[in-house]
């Protein structure tokens, strides 16, 4: 069994050593204006694919999930929001269950907290929204550990470049009528001014996408 992670990144010089100490992977660089280019090509045994101009996060995880070998990918945020210790986790429930999916949900750890209010809230339509249109159960849509096998990532056909990736790969495994099953995880939320790159229109973006491919393929 292989697991390939890939962290999307982009301008991420203050966490990206440190986050890829943690785990070795496949780094995306969305075209970084900092020096995190710079930093990635000290590091020995990663792979780095680089785009040549910043086209987003749906963008770099696109990229990385093209070039992934592992029976199963999942995505690592190149902050340090997520605890790569998790990872574990969620993969050994995978295996064990013999599962295509398997997402790490925030909400489902009642330690963990929000930095802003309106991200929680907005989090919160985000989930009631995705149950009422497909039906399901989860807690953490937005998640950014999703657990997914390569096989089946392959058939979504994933086409967004931004933020709205998330919803994307939600909606079509839920369309596909694939169960997504949902472990606790932990979460350690950075403000707009410690980096956070996510804004209210990505928010509307997201409401929009699952609306889309409720609909659309």
Not at 27 to 39: E, G, M, P, R
Not at 79 to 96: C, H, S, W
């Amino acid at each position: 069994m292989k697991l390939s992670i890939i962290i999307p990144a982009y301008n991420e010089e203050k966490s990206i050593q440190d986050i890829i100490s943690k785990v070795k992977i496949i780094v995306v660089d969305d075209y970084s204006k900092d020096s995190t280019k710079a930093i990635l090509k000290k590091i020995r045994g990663i792979k780095i694919f680089s785009h040549k101009i910043n086209q987003g996060k749906g963008a770099a995880m696109r990229t990385g999930a093209s070039k992934a070998t592992g029976d199963y990918v999942i995505w690592q945020d190149a902050d340090l929001e997520y605890n790569p210790e998790d990872i574990k986790k969620i993969l050994n429930r995978a295996i064990k269950n013999k599962l295509g999916v398997v997402y790490g949900s925030r909400a489902l750890e009642q330690k963990n907290k929000y930095s802003y209010l309106s991200y929680y809230l907005g989090n919160k339509l985000l989930n009631i929204v995705t149950k009422i249109l497909y039906l399901s159960r989860i807690t953490d849509m937005e998640t950014g550990y999703k657990l997914i096998k390569k096989n089946l990532l392959v058939k979504l056909n994933l086409k967004s470049n931004k933020f709205d990736i998330e919803p994307e790969i939600t909606a079509k495994i839920l369309k596909r009528g694939i169960r997504i099953i949902e472990v606790p995880i932990s979460y350690r939320p950075r403000s707009i001014k410690q980096g956070k790159k996510i804004r209210w229109r990505d928010g509307v973006a997201a409401l929009w996408t699952l609306v889309k491919y409720r609909f659309h393929d």
